[in-house]
């Protein structure tokens, strides 16, 4: 089940999900240039959706165009609108993937990675823009990331998945001070310390992802894990509440914090400390 608004999206129809799609729910794509077309201009891909969802005739869009990728920053706008995409740097790019995706005030925006394609500094301004227009907008958000210092400033719940499951779902503030699963010890024990001794070694999560088509019987974590057991490697764990609105899919969720003290020390930056993993 998918369900959005109390309706399971998988059984609506191929019309139904067109009207959904870029106009409640918007996606902003990893890499702007593959996602933008390379024939047609910035101001006509704008457009498009206007017209089709919010029933505009042809000028009042590309009004209604300049207007968003001015509100996404995009430096003179009024010369730059009927440009082609290869015409914008990739943080620029992406911009435009903003405007694009909030063209129709959708209830639900799904960023996918999108800040993969540039630098830092871009993607400080990039993330504070979405954040900015989440607000304005009124519009919730779905960030699909692995950049953990992401997720810890602009979450308020997280959701831990592992080989296609879910594996954990908590608060951000709880589940960075009180991980439950052997997974997400293992993801904040890996981030890079600045405060730490040089020798110290890194952590690393031993052995290799699973492969999809071919997964274990029982936890798919469970050749990795350090807290694994007979019964990891034949049952599926199913998620369970460990905590207020906390919940893991680990049969041995209430150990992991004796192995793995974690303390979150900010939550604009992943602190992480991590002792007696093994």
Do not use: W
């Amino acid at each position: 089940e998918i369900i959005f608004k109390g309706q399971d999206l998988l059984k609506v129809s191929e019309d139904e999900m067109r009207h959904i799609r870029g106009n409640q729910i918007a996606m902003i794509y990893q890499e702007p240039m593959t996602s933008l077309n390379p024939v047609l201009t910035i101001n006509r891909q704008l457009s498009e959706a206007l017209e089709l969802h919010r029933g505009m005739d042809k000028k009042i869009a590309a009004e209604e165009s300049l207007k968003l990728l001015q509100l996404v920053g995009t430096p003179g706008a009024e010369s730059r609108v009927r440009d082609y995409p290869h015409q914008f740097s990739g943080g620029m790019q992406q911009r435009i993937m903003i405007a694009m995706a909030l063209s129709c005030n959708p209830e639900l925006l799904i960023a996918d990675e999108p800040t993969t394609s540039v630098d830092a500094t871009v993607q400080s301004e990039l993330l504070e823009l979405i954040d900015n227009l989440r607000t304005q907008f009124g519009t919730s958000v779905i960030i699909i990331t692995h950049n953990l210092g992401v997720v810890a400033r602009y979450t308020d719940r997280v959701n831990i998945m592992y080989a296609g499951r879910l594996v954990e779902t908590a608060p951000t503030d709880v589940l960075f001070g009180e991980p439950r699963h052997p997974y997400t010890v293992g993801l904040l024990a890996s981030v890079p310390r600045l405060d730490l001794a040089r020798e110290r070694k890194l952590f690393a999560i031993g052995g290799m992802p699973p492969n999809l088509a071919h997964l274990p019987k029982g936890c798919a974590f469970c050749p990795r894990c350090y807290l694994a057991i007979d019964r990891c490697r034949e049952e599926k764990p199913e998620l369970e509440e460990v905590g207020e609105d906390h919940y893991s899919a680990c049969f041995r969720s209430g150990e992991v914090q004796k192995k793995g003290e974690v303390l979150l020390m900010a939550r604009n930056d992943v602190l992480v400390e991590v002792e007696n993993l093994v």
